[in-house]
């Protein structure tokens, strides 16, 4: 601060404090055991995908072993991993999902 506060250094923030969230990758893995059409109705389901999209990321995955169904913050990637695992889980499907920061 300025004169006349005993020595007592302030520090003001001048710029807004405004931070953009870090962000993560949600990706499906591939296995030889799920079925193709599940993984593409999870990714209809959970990931906003159209039939045609779908079908490609689950063919990706297939191909070359992981893809990516989207990226979002923290705690949207989080529910998104918890969701799939836990559908997969219910249906007694080994596909695993997994988030990565960018
Ligand atoms: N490899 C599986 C099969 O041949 C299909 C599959 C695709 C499994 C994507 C998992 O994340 C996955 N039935």
Redesign the pocket.
């Known amino acids: 601060g300025g004169s006349g506060n005993r020595g007592t250094s302030v520090i003001t923030r001048v710029q807004p404090k405004v931070k953009k969230p870090s962000l993560y990758r949600v990706l499906?893995?591939?296995?030889?055991?799920?079925?193709?059409e599940f993984?593409i109705h999870i990714l209809e389901r959970f990931f906003q995908k159209d039939r045609e999209g779908a079908t490609r990321i689950?063919l990706q995955?297939?191909n070359h072993g992981v893809g990516e169904c989207g990226v979002y913050t923290y705690e949207v990637a989080e529910t998104k991993v918890m969701q799939v695992m836990d559908f997969a889980k219910e249906h007694q499907h080994p596909?695993q999902c997994v988030m990565e920061k960018k």
Do not use: R
């Open positions: 499906l893995l591939n296995d030889d055991y799920t079925p193709m993984v689950m995955v297939h596909l």
